[in-house]
């Protein structure tokens, strides 16, 4: 009882962000996708948000929104949402729930960049993701280098030397990861998110002294999307070959000539920062990689999603992300 008490005491901050104008994206396998347009006089900056998650990674709310942070600075920024958020539209049942990391890949980003540089009038752009966000940035340096002028990967493995702790019951779960359905994650955090201060989610996605606890059961409940399947089996298939392949296991990870910066969170439990920091060397001279550790200069051990939404991100990492922009503001 007095566990159940506590849990209905939850502290919640909803989203409070609204874009300037949303602008439709048609993939070239049917998809109807969204991007969420924060428009200054700058140059186009594009922000991808990871698995599970939303376009809420970065315009939930002022204090926590990298969107808002670069628009007041000057940057036109965009925020898409990929297939299976909410709104966009499959263009069949089936292909609500089967999609894979291949399909943000070669479909969604491709046709996402497409509309921000017609629509800015740019031959280029910039980057920023986060965890699987700077994933898809890696097949976007592989694929169509020409079109990402720089781009930033928070927490964003492309090999897996060193899995985060788990990675074991994930590679036993691959059996059971058939079929075409997906994985309830927005039900599992809006359930997950009237616990409050017991939040068993909360150590494992962030460092929970650097997360304000309104904030992030706010975005258990509203920021969280489904999973496939398929997205799952690929992960897998990914631990298991020890790098970021294709689903016919092609390396999407090679050297570029772009600038990339790279961050990896001391305390993050979902990857680890040494596997982002392989992933700097594989990618080349042009990569720099930034450790989010008390031991390397940093105000706290960084987790998964603090660096993006956590108290002290504003301050400290937001203005890393800024400086490496402004470095890169001009095409190499």
Known sequence: MWWLSLSGCVHVLGPTLVPDAVVPVTTADGWSLELRRYPADGPAVLLVHGMGASHYNWDYREEVSLAWWLQQRGWDVWVPSLRGDPGTTPPDALSARAYRFDDFAVHDLPAIVDVVLAETGQDDLLWVGHSMGGMLLYT?????????????????????DDPAAG??????????LGGDRRVPAAAIGAASSR????????GRVGNPDNLDPGVVNGMAREAMVPISLGMGRQVVDWLRAGELVTVDGAPWLVETDRPVLLMGGAKD?????ADVAATCARLGPTCTFVSLAQADGASTDYGHIDPVVGVTAAEEVYPMVEQFLVAHRAAP
């Open 140 to 160: 976007a340096l592989r694929d169509y280098p020409a079109k990402v002028r720089a781009g930033v990967a928070i927490a964003s493995p492309g090999v897996f």
């Open 195 to 202: 616990l409050g201060r017991l939040n068993p989610l909360v």
């Open 167 to 176: 990675a074991g019951l994930v590679r036993l779960s691959r059996p059971l």
């Open 269 to 273: 439990r979902i990857v680890a920062s």
